[in-house]
DNA sequence: GTGGTCTAGACCACC
DNA sequence: GTGGTCTAGACCACG
């Protein structure tokens, strides 16, 4: 596993570690029940207070993306392929639609949008 | 001008207001050169403090978008229609970029975010 | 007698004022016991308020620029030729002192300061 | 770091900072990425509130002479040596430029100038 | 009336 | 500990 921290001030540490590891285990890069790094490790590797660290797991284990095994570690939840082709559909929908509704309400209109989408897509 | 606050707490109320107010310079609401409810107004009328709407404002100044007069009020910048499309369209192309990225990491296609946006478009 | 406003908000109308006109008795535009435009006058030229002409005039007044005749109107004081020169050199001497002294402090040298005025100079 | 305020009420205290601070990184006494002193203890030590730290920190940020690392503190932009120069020599070019024409507008010709320089040099 | 500045508190998130 | 935000007052200069 591998994550990156931005200097950018604006998303908190524990954030950022929380966005990269959902995505990771989004994109499949970290399978069902796939352990974790430690906290300490993972505090000593990108140079953080554990924590940080900390609140970053507390976080995830909240939204149910990980969870705790008492003196054991952490570890990935158990997706089945289907739940996560949902979740990152209900993700999408959601980004799609909060994007789209901002775009229109500082003037852009539908085609406007689609022009600038088919551009990025070359 | 109608500005409207939400309760969600995780943005700050003055960059509610630099929000809807850059959003009513570029959809066209508000006019170049068009007077701002003065601090005080705009402070009685979402019964927030004055620091907060000053806030607001010196925000919006320093982004270009409003410039004070002082004794006299705030006004809207000027802008030509085009700087304003210009405008327009860089922020639509970041945003268009950095969402499409994002949901690239997540695991999806081009195909899965097209299908999903044409579907919004129904 | 010629007064232009800058749209500059950092320095106050009544202050522009009293700079010009202060500026034009230094240089000789305006001659001693010479009479100034009515406070109306000039507030109906220069598109301001009445008060903001009466500030500049009684700032004036008080620094023995100009001097008032009760229902006659203001007028240059009288100073002669070697008075002026000598209220010159002494705004010159404290405008180069406070300003050699200020580009010391942001660290550069004599050698500095002069390069850049005998390259002004060309 | 040694900052002084004048009780000189002509400039607003949070801009003494800001010119104090901005001096101090032009001559060098201030150090690339050196961090500054917390807002609470700049203010304890000067006597003054912690918001007008605050905006002579906002204003030297915006103005891109220092970074804020939230929860961390603020610490001076990254400047290369020739960097500094540059800035420095561009600040010097305008109020040399400015302070000579003032001084000619007022009726001192180049002679003149240079003269009090060059006793002021003695 | 306007904006510009300042005070003396406060709560929060983050590290 | 740090900065980020906010409140509810205040005084001033300006027009």
């Known amino acids: 596993m591998k994550i990156v921290l931005s200097n950018c001030k604006d998303i908190p540490i524990y954030l950022?570690?929380?966005?990269?590891?959902?995505?990771?285990?989004?994109?499949?890069?970290?399978?069902?029940?796939?352990?974790?790094?430690?906290i300490r490790?993972?505090?000593?590797?990108?140079?953080?207070?554990?924590?940080?660290?900390k609140n970053a797991y507390d976080e995830l284990e909240k939204d149910g993306f990980i969870y705790a095994l008492p003196s054991k570690?952490?570890?990935v939840s158990s997706f089945s392929e289907s739940q996560i082709k949902k979740i990152r559909e209900t993700i999408a929908k959601n980004v799609i639609e909060n994007q789209i509704n901002y775009l229109k309400s500082i003037g852009l209109d539908k085609e406007d949008i689609l022009k600038i989408i088919n551009e990025k897509k070359n």
């Open 73 to 75: 570690g952490f570890f």
């Open 16 to 38: 950022q570690i929380v966005q990269e590891i959902k995505r990771d285990i989004l994109n499949g890069e970290l399978k069902s029940d796939e352990s974790l790094p430690s």
């Open 41 to 53: 490790q993972l505090a000593l590797d990108l140079k953080i207070s554990v924590i940080t660290v």
